[in-house]
């Protein structure tokens, strides 16, 4: 299953490993890619073997402190 969320924040590729680091942690997800958008809004895309909740995509990327836009 693919998912796609938009997360504010990120400004360097750091930000970027931080977010893939923690979506990597969720039960299901085999794959994280990131368009980073310097300062605005990156799509996340994130490729599981489950449904994701919501809640699950939310909590991970704010563990790397980031909110989902």
Same mark, same amino acid.
């Given at each position: 299953m693919t998912t796609?969320?938009?997360v504010a924040g990120m400004t360097c590729g750091h930000? =970027? !490993?931080s977010v893939k680091e923690e979506l990597a942690e969720v039960p299901g997800v085999?794959?994280?890619d990131v368009d980073l958008h310097s300062g605005? =809004? !990156?799509p996340v895309t994130i490729e599981s073997?489950?449904?994701l909740a919501p809640?699950?995509?939310?909590e991970a990327v704010?563990?790397?402190?980031? !909110?989902?836009a």
């Open positions: 796609t969320v938009n930000c =970027v !490993s085999t794959a994280v605005g =809004v !990156s073997s489950r449904e809640a699950e995509i939310t704010a563990e790397a402190g980031y !909110s989902v």
